[in-house]
């Protein structure tokens, strides 16, 4: 009976997992999602020749498709593959589409618990189902999603110095052939999981879980609401910054170690009622250790910088919506202050950095609402809102610079203790409040391997680099 249970329950799951890679032709994201599975731990210099050929076989596409080898075990740990993978891409999904989407952002996507949550508490963000795109979407989101994990465990710190040479350029060459299209899914799973992160600093420290805004600017909802950009951005960069951490700023860095410490972290910090005091000591043992030079993956020059797409200029996120007398649409061709005089006070140079700065912010937020995997914008409450032209930025900037301090008050305003002193809820005026000092110490090293993401979830501290 056990065994016709077994049989029946393998039927099952075989039948979902062709039914949702229909799609996969060449069989690609199959051979990804393989090799993620079977990915083998990094052991010190003696696990790098299995390492460099597992790389290699998977470059080659020679992992066995195990619906044509009714290889019953991997079909099981597909089928937990891509259910967690799905998990991640829903948060996504709801988030990406929420009317504002840095409030969404700073919940954090429920592995054990319902989610999303917010320091312990339901957040009300309105769930979008995986079911619910286009099977181009679908296959979008699943393709990026799986090549994002994988790649991350190619790079690891603990990986990828060591891999033979040969094998390292197989993998640089792999990205050559990388279509620009996906290179641009990769940045938004990439943005997507920067905002996680966010929202682990966030929940690390006394951070505001802001209010949507009221339609009228004046209503008294939005008065001490957030400011530009966080009005548009959810920066993890900003909310690392707000932990007073000295050192490195990690959130550009993990994001790039995968969804295994990931999860492990989620996990840990929903089970483990004082896990975030021990997170912030092990994010400043962290800082410590990566010293500038070391860039992520998704940084590097042979990977950021092929078939002329960047990580920080899209040029056709730049045009998007421009008229046709903009001069923000003549800046590729001419520079942009030849045209605007509003920028008189400024140095040309000044002026240009200022608008790539801002364009850099616009790709932050087209990514965060993952612009490169829709056919339309069928699910954004507010497109405007949602995809802001450089035109839109510009403005908001202009206004943002004319204010007096605008850095310093903008993290004021993303604090909870300087909200209730704005709202009366509290007399303490937190410039003169002691704040209780960090413990400093270290994290210890801690051996062992983090559990696969896809597998029952350990909580606990987080093994050494």
Known sequence: MASLFATCKTSILKGILTNLLVDDTNGRIVQDALAILSFPFADGVSSMPLISGHIEKWAAQGFNNPFQQSDHSAIHSLHRLFSRLILFIEDYLAKATDPFPPRAYMAVPGIVSPGPRFKGKRIDIKPV??????????????????????LCKIYHPRVWPSIDISCADQVKFMHEKLPPVEKKELYCVNEYFKGVYGAIFAHCQDSWLPDRPAPSSS????????????TVHFSACDYFTDMDIQGRNLASILPCFGLDLLVHIL????????????????????????TWPYNPWISKNHFAKLNGQSATFDPNVYHRGLRQDSPHRRFMSIP?????????????????????????????????????FFDDVRLFPDVRFHFPTIEDLDKEDQIANNKLGPSYERTRRRSKKWQDYYWGRSLDNPLYVQEEEEEEAMVEDNEGHLTRFFEEPVTGKIPSF
């Open 219 to 230: 209503d008294g909802v939005s008065k001490h609401g957030l400011l530009y950009p966080d």
């Open 267 to 290: 996990v840990s910090l929903d089970k483990q009622e004082d896990y975030g005091r021990y997170l912030k000591r092990w994010f400043r043992t962290l800082s410590r250790k990566f």
């Open 129 to 150: 189902k995986f079911i619910t795109l286009n099977r181009a979407e679908k296959i979008r989101f699943l393709r990026a999603f799986l090549r994002y994990e994988l």
């Open 336 to 372: 942009i202050f030849q045209h605007y005089s509003g920028y008189e006070p400024w140095s040309r140079g000044e002026q240009r950095e200022r608008i790539l700065s801002i364009h850099e912010l616009q790709l932050g937020i087209y990514r965060q609402r993952a612009w490169a």
